[in-house]
């Protein structure tokens, strides 16, 4: 174990930057990294507010952030694919290799996997991280580490879009313009979708949506979405609906949104249990699917940003030091309309 000063989440509420002792053993197949951006993640806010997320509750002292990149600094042995000065991402989820769900491929829904920032498990809001080289991912010269650290969030868009099997040409509604729902926006016209209408509630959000070609804001204190769908399509409805809000709200009347033979998608997790029109399902033979973050999305991720056809940078709403860690918790908590995605940079010397 080595003492690093931390962002440690001591229980509901109560955040402090102190010392903790850190496993730093770099062993055969792992990498030491040293942290350069995090990105303060829905999750790591819900368990600063509420001290849980469903069956994961923070029972004792836990470091924060699962959003990172940064430089390796050792590589163990037997590691052939990382050296030493890389610029690499990290996929913060390391499931058993010889478990049933990742020999099937979906080793997402692994339940022995273990993800960083998920009690009982440490974060990375701290200067070194070691992890096995396998999930960690070299970045492509003109990706920078603040790209680097929007991986994460943008391979649950890409998960989604892969879980709607989009077919070129398509439209897509996205409930929800927070960092996941345009990021599903991003990543469903890159994976074929002609145009995609995300819905919100709030403006400023809409407005940064709507600077990706492709993407028609639709503001829902304004205007009807269910209407609104209906005019762009000429009545006929969305090939794919994705989730992405958590509003259980916005189940109510999903099944008006897609046309007949659609898919709607959940990504956003309600807190409470949902009303659910089955029958609305039926008449229309809808196809449900849900998205639990990721598998298999990295190196797909990472080679959309590297060419270039996807720009995530509109979506960095601010950068904090490291020493003001709490004050970005805080401003996340705050949940200002016109963020998206805040960030902490580890070193006060490091650039953006």
């Not at 929800?176 to 994976?191: D, N, S």
């Not at 509109?314 to 950068?319: A, C, N, R």
Request: aromatic letters at 6%; charged letters at 20%.
């Amino acid at each position: 174990m080595t003492k690093m000063r931390a962002l440690v989440l001591e229980k509901q509420h109560d955040l402090k930057l102190r010392e903790i002792d850190l496993p730093m053993d770099v062993g055969p197949g792992m990498v030491k990294i040293k942290i350069h951006t995090v990105g303060v993640c829905g999750s790591d806010v819900h368990y600063y507010t509420h001290g849980k997320i469903g069956p994961f509750v923070v029972n004792a002292p836990m470091v924060l952030g699962h959003e990172a990149a940064g430089t390796v600094v050792e590589v163990g042995a037997g590691v052939t694919n990382l050296k030493i000065g890389d610029r690499v991402c990290m996929e913060p989820g390391v499931p058993d290799p010889n478990s049933r769900a990742a020999r099937l491929g979906m080793y997402n829904v692994d339940p022995a996997v273990t993800f960083w920032a998920t009690p009982p498990v440490h974060g990375v809001l701290t200067p070194f991280v070691v992890h096995p080289a396998n999930y960690t991912f070299k970045l492509p010269d003109n990706v920078s580490f603040a790209e680097g650290a929007m991986v994460e969030p943008f391979a649950v868009g890409m998960q989604a879009a892969t879980r709607a099997h989009i077919t070129p040409g398509d439209t897509a509604v996205v409930l929800g313009a927070g960092p996941i729902g345009t990021m599903v926006a991003i990543a469903a016209l890159a994976g074929g979708c002609a145009r995609a209408i995300v819905a919100d509630l709030a403006q400023p959000k809409l407005d940064i949506a709507a600077r990706y070609q492709g993407i028609i804001p639709v503001n829902i204190r304004e205007k009807n979405i269910v209407s609104e769908v209906a005019r762009l399509t000429d009545g006929w409805g969305a090939d794919v609906v994705f989730e992405c809000s958590g509003s259980p709200k916005a189940w109510e009347t999903i099944a008006d949104l897609p046309r007949p033979g659609g898919c709607i998608v959940a990504v956003g997790l309600p807190v409470d249990p949902i009303k659910f029109d089955v029958a609305g399902l039926s008449v229309k033979e809808l196809r449900i699917e849900s998205v639990f973050r990721y598998a298999h999305q990295y190196d797909r991720a990472i080679a959309l940003m590297g060419s270039g056809r996807v720009d995530l940078k509109p979506l960095i709403s601010e950068t904090f030091s490291f020493e003001k860690s709490i004050e970005a918790f805080d401003r996340a908590v705050e949940a200002r309309p016109s963020d998206v995605k805040l960030q902490i940079l580890m070193d006060a010397e490091l650039t953006v």
